[in-house]
Every structure is written in structure tokens, then in C-alpha cells.
């Protein structure tokens, strides 16, 4: 009878102790798991961060090479003219006022965007886009003939949804909107000198 006693609570013990080393270990691979996606999301947002500042050097070589930007205060005002209701056209921007649009409301204005060439990009899954706002220096009236401009370049990044099947087991797309703020030491510098930089998302 006490054998059969100490049996009957050895078993719901022995049950007891496979019941929490099941959650133990259910815990574990859980914490794991998160700890997996937020490693993903970082090593996402550094990479995407990284392509986005090599879209920023592109922009600027873009506004200091191609004929369609302005280079006096005349050719922005033309600028401006052209452009009517539309804030950008292919990523040139000339709004007559200062505007702090979110990431979600650079995004809606895709379609006034300056898109990268895929071969520009380092992977084949990334899309990138960039806007340039020509603003009128304050200081151009400066003796030291400054710019007569102050460039605010938007770079937005995103990852491409995925294609087949198989790829929907991966994290999520993930967009990384970046802006930056630069101009020229004088008229004539070939050398930038950056202001000012952030994250909009």
C-alpha cells in the first residue's frame, strides 16, 4: 500500500517537472526568436541606412552636374514656374515654401521622385528614390560670393515585397526615409559642406 502510494505522486511529480521544463524551454525559443527579429530589423536598418547615404552622394552629383537644375535665383523662379501646383518633378524640387512633409507623405510623392538605377544599388532587392529642394541661400548676399542655393535632399529606401512563396517566410519589407541638408561653401567650390541630417522613418 505505501509503495503504491509513493508510484501514484511520483508520476503527477515526474508530469509536473516535463510540464515546466516544456515552458522552460518554450520560453527560451521564444526569447530567441524575438531576439532573431530584432537583430534582422537592425541589421535592415543599418543596411538600409548605409544605401541611403550613398543615394545622398548621387543626389548631389546629380544637382551639380545635370543642366535642368538652377544655377542663379532666375533659373529657380523659372523653375517654379514650370513646376505649377507640383511641389517636385523628377526629383527637383522648387516649393515656395518650407514644408516638414513625413515619411508617409514623401512617399505618396513617389511619383515626383528621381528613382535610382538598379545598378547604382548594391542589391537587387532594394528600390531607392530621392527628391532635391533648391532653396535660396540666406547668405548668398554675402560679400564672399556664397551659393547663391541650400540644397535639402530626401532619400527614401524600401525593400522590394517578396515574389514566390518561398519568400514569404522572410521579415517584412522595411522603408527607411533619410534627409540631409547641404550647400556649397561659395558659387564655384567644387567641395559640399553638410548641415544637417535625420531620419524621417
Same mark, same amino acid.
Given at each position: 500500500?505505501?509503495?503504491?502510494?509513493?508510484?501514484?505522486?511520483?508520476?503527477?511529480?515526474?508530469?509536473?517537472?516535463?510540464?515546466?521544463?516544456?515552458?522552460?524551454?518554450?520560453?527560451? $525559443?521564444?526569447?530567441?526568436?524575438?531576439?532573431?527579429?530584432?537583430?534582422?530589423?537592425?541589421?535592415?536598418?543599418?543596411?538600409?541606412?548605409? @544605401?541611403?547615404?550613398?543615394?545622398?552622394?548621387?543626389?548631389?552629383?546629380?544637382?551639380?552636374?545635370?543642366?535642368?537644375?538652377?544655377?542663379?535665383?532666375?533659373?529657380?523662379?523659372?523653375?517654379?514656374?514650370?513646376?505649377?501646383?507640383?511641389?517636385?518633378?523628377?526629383?527637383?524640387?522648387?516649393?515656395?515654401?518650407?514644408?516638414?512633409?513625413?515619411?508617409?507623405? $514623401?512617399?505618396?510623392?513617389?511619383?515626383?521622385?528621381?528613382?535610382?538605377?538598379?545598378?547604382?544599388?548594391?542589391?537587387?532587392? @532594394?528600390?531607392?528614390?530621392? $527628391?532635391?529642394?533648391? $532653396?535660396?541661400?540666406?547668405?548668398?548676399?554675402?560679400?564672399?560670393?556664397?551659393?547663391?542655393?541650400?540644397?535639402? @535632399?530626401?532619400?527614401?529606401?524600401?525593400?522590394?515585397?517578396?515574389?514566390?512563396?518561398?519568400?514569404?517566410?522572410?521579415?517584412?519589407?522595411?522603408?527607411?526615409?533619410?534627409?540631409? @541638408?547641404?550647400?556649397?561653401?561659395?558659387?564655384?567650390?567644387?567641395?559640399?559642406?553638410?548641415?544637417?541630417?535625420?531620419?524621417?522613418?
Amino acid at each position: 500500500m505505501g509503495k503504491s502510494k509513493r508510484y501514484g505522486f511520483a508520476l503527477p511529480a515526474v508530469l509536473g517537472v516535463l510540464a515546466l521544463t516544456s515552458l522552460a524551454c518554450a520560453t527560451v $525559443w521564444r526569447m530567441q526568436w524575438v531576439n532573431q527579429q530584432l537583430l534582422n530589423a537592425q541589421f535592415h536598418q543599418i543596411r538600409n541606412q548605409q @544605401i541611403a547615404e550613398g543615394v545622398m552622394a548621387l543626389a548631389v552629383t546629380d544637382a551639380q552636374t545635370r543642366a535642368v537644375y538652377p544655377s542663379t535665383a532666375q533659373d529657380r523662379d523659372k523653375l517654379q514656374l514650370r513646376l505649377g501646383a507640383a511641389m517636385c518633378q523628377a526629383g527637383i524640387c522648387a516649393p515656395k515654401t518650407l514644408v516638414n512633409l513625413n515619411a508617409e507623405q $514623401w512617399r505618396n510623392l513617389i511619383g515626383q521622385s528621381q528613382q535610382v538605377n538598379v545598378a547604382d544599388l548594391p542589391i537587387k532587392d @532594394i528600390t531607392a528614390f530621392y $527628391w532635391v529642394e533648391v $532653396w535660396l541661400n540666406a547668405s548668398a548676399s554675402q560679400p564672399v560670393q556664397a551659393s547663391p542655393f541650400v540644397y535639402r @535632399i530626401t532619400v527614401l529606401v524600401q525593400e522590394n515585397p517578396p515574389t514566390s512563396a518561398s519568400e514569404l517566410s522572410k521579415p517584412q519589407p522595411h522603408t527607411l526615409v533619410m534627409q540631409a @541638408i547641404w550647400s556649397r561653401a561659395t558659387e564655384t567650390s567644387p567641395s559640399i559642406q553638410w548641415h544637417s541630417w535625420k531620419l524621417l522613418a
